[in-house]
Nanobody, 120 residues
Framework: QVQLVESGGALVQPGGSLRLSCAAS????????MGWYRQAPGKQRELVATFTATGGTTYADPVKGRFTISRDNAKNTVYLQMNSLKPEDTAVYYC??????????????WGQGTQVTVSS
């Protein structure tokens, strides 16, 4: 099985910065995809940032220029650097991955989420 553990969420003031981390562990053969999503109260879960199949990056319009996704392949970890945070960024942030297991099955897996609150 696979575990995705997010960390780094906190209460910050507008204009502040945070870095979220998502570490994958388990019987992993390869990680086909990793990305970040978020869900605010009463809203649908939405894409924030992802790595594409070709190794590029994709960002949702509201976070372009402020958020940066990165990864450490050796650690099976993906990061989300968030700068110039706004109150509307307040949400639970989730890591999502498509993972090929050692048994060669492919699964979709979500982390438990980490709370980001932007408020003065």
């Amino acid at each position: 099985q696979v575990q995705l553990v997010e960390s780094g969420g906190a209460l910050v003031q507008p204009g502040g910065s945070l870095r979220l981390s998502c570490a994958a562990s388990g019987s992993i053969f390869s990680i086909n995809y990793m990305g970040w999503y978020r869900q605010a109260p009463g809203k649908q879960r939405e894409l924030v940032a992802t790595f594409t199949a070709t190794g590029g990056t994709t960002y949702a319009d509201p976070v372009k220029g402020r958020f940066t996704i990165s990864r450490d392949n050796a650690k099976n970890t993906v990061y989300l650097q968030m700068n110039s945070l706004k109150p509307e960024d307040t949400a639970v942030y989730y890591c999502h991955a498509l993972v090929t297991l050692i048994a060669r099955s492919i699964i979709s897996h979500w982390g438990q989420g980490t709370q980001v609150t932007v408020s003065s």
